[in-house]
């Protein structure tokens, strides 16, 4: 995959035969992947936290509990 553009010249512009095109293109993705695993881990952190989440509230001495479930978006 050639999205750097690398070795297409119109014709004045020098062209770049090198090896480390492989290099940059490795380590893109790594850094893709490390960035996506990240993500995956603080999306899931995100729902524990959501999920066990609980919050009281007295009104006029009744007690209400609200938890995710009340929340018909996470639902």
Same mark, same amino acid.
């Given at each position: 995959?050639?999205?750097?553009?690398?070795?297409?010249?119109?014709?004045?512009?020098?062209?770049?035969?090198?090896?480390?095109?492989?290099?940059?293109?490795?380590?893109?993705?790594v850094?893709?992947?490390?960035?996506?695993?990240?993500?995956?881990?603080?999306?899931?952190?995100?729902? *524990?936290?959501?999920? #066990? &989440?609980?919050? !009281?509230? /007295?009104i006029?001495?009744?007690?209400? *509990?609200?938890?995710? #479930? &009340?929340?018909? !978006?996470? /639902?």
């Amino acid at each position: 995959m050639n999205y750097l553009g690398i070795g297409v010249s119109p014709g004045n512009v020098p062209v770049y035969h090198g090896n480390n095109l492989k290099v940059i293109d490795r380590r893109v993705r790594v850094t893709e992947l490390v960035l996506r695993c990240i993500i995956f881990g603080l999306a899931i952190l995100g729902a *524990i936290l959501i999920g #066990t &989440d609980k919050q !009281a509230k /007295v009104i006029f001495s009744i007690e209400k *509990i609200a938890k995710f #479930t &009340d929340m018909k !978006a996470l /639902v």
